[in-house]
């Protein structure tokens, strides 16, 4: 994409990288200090994220002086506020449709389907990425989880498909669900950030996308990298 769009491709240097590291000195602890505090239990994700504002707040207004308390904050909670109320709006639209699916138990329907069409592990896993991309564009994540999982845990055990690599192929699923036309979240928060119609940013994500199915592909047909890490630890 960079070469059809002519970006500039400046050549690697080793100085160019030291510098950024140190213009980044002060953001590159962030996701050290939010997995800490989460898998610490000194907070929660969502207490992580509020404290992850906090010290970037901090850095801004001290550290940088990008930010004024009084002139630059309230205009800044404006605009997240507008790009949060169109979110919330497009998240209640999906709760309710989530509802409805789980109301009139489609995915418990679909799956019954499923079971009639699968006859071995290949094309359990084929259907089952086709199900939970599906699931991704229709789901929020969560619901999914509680909804779905349930579901997909007995056949998978029927195929022998591995619990962790079950997880890790549902998640993955799920997230590019998030990123897939026409009613990925993904798409529509960054329609909503960037001012561009939804439609133009659906052809601008097809080749990430694909790039994305491949990457699922490799985690679903090759359980040996997901596995590789729990298996060094169980040893």
């Known amino acids: 994409m960079g070469k059809k769009w ?8 080793f100085v160019q990288l030291l510098s950024a590291l140190r213009e980044a000195a002060w953001e590159l602890p962030i996701p050290l200090f939010i997995l800490a505090g989460i898998y610490s239990g000194f907070a929660t994700a969502t207490e992580a994220a509020a404290l992850t504002v906090v010290y970037v707040l901090l850095i801004k207004t001290l550290v940088f002086h990008e930010i004024r308390l009084r002139g630059d904050v309230p205009r800044i909670m404006r605009e997240s506020m507008k790009m949060v109320g169109s979110i919330m709006i497009i998240l209640g639209a999906a ?55 349930p579901l997909i845990v007995p056949l998978a055990a029927r195929f022998g498909v591995d619990p962790v690599h079950l997880g890790i192929i549902f998640l993955a699923n799920l997230c590019i669900g998030y990123n897939t036309p026409p009613v990925g979240l993904n798409l529509f928060i960054a329609s909503s950030r960037f001012e561009r119609p939804i439609v133009q940013l659906y052809r601008a994500t097809l080749p990430f996308l694909l790039l994305l199915l491949v990457t699922l592909m490799l985690i679903t047909y090759w359980p040996s990298l997901s596995l590789f890490l729990p298996g060094l630890m169980k040893s």
């Open 6 to 13: 002519r970006l500039e491709r400046p050549p690697f240097s």
């Open 95 to 149: 709760l309710g449709f989530t509802n409805y699916l789980i109301d009139a138990f489609i995915p418990m329907k679909i799956l019954k389907a499923m079971e009639g069409i699968i006859h071995t592990r290949l094309v359990f896993l084929l259907v089952l990425n086709f199900f939970l991309i599906l699931v991704g564009c229709m789901m929020d994540i969560f619901s999914a989880i509680l909804v779905v999982v």
